[in-house]
């Protein structure tokens, strides 16, 4: 009888991209993360702003706007030096 192993994996970590889809920044920022996730472990989901009026209100023409766990990583351009915060492999 084989043994499974009990050792709990962490969830990967979930980034989230608040964007609009003729925004030429958010873009940049989503292809860099898309870049990022063939070295390193974590879901990206990408939300329109444009899909509900609090995110409207919320944003506003400030995309686009990396957070996770509810807390902004950065905005307007991606910024790895912010990201290293999470994964310090980046700085690597």
């Not at 991209?17 to 873009?27: A, I």
């Not at 898309?34 to 390193?40: G, K, P, T």
């Not at 939300?47 to 686009?64: F, K």
């Amino acid at each position: 009888m084989a043994r499974v192993s009990s050792v709990a994996t962490p969830d990967p970590v979930e980034l989230v991209v608040y964007s609009r889809e003729h925004c030429h920044l958010c873009h940049d920022m989503i292809a860099a993360l898309q870049e990022l996730q063939a070295r390193l472990s974590f879901r990206l989901e990408v939300v329109d702003v444009d899909s509900s009026a609090d995110l409207r209100s919320r944003y506003g023409e400030r995309v686009p706007v990396l957070v996770s766990k509810g807390q902004e990583i950065c905005h307007y351009h991606f910024d790895p030096v912010a990201l290293a915060r999470i994964f310090p492999q980046i700085a690597e």
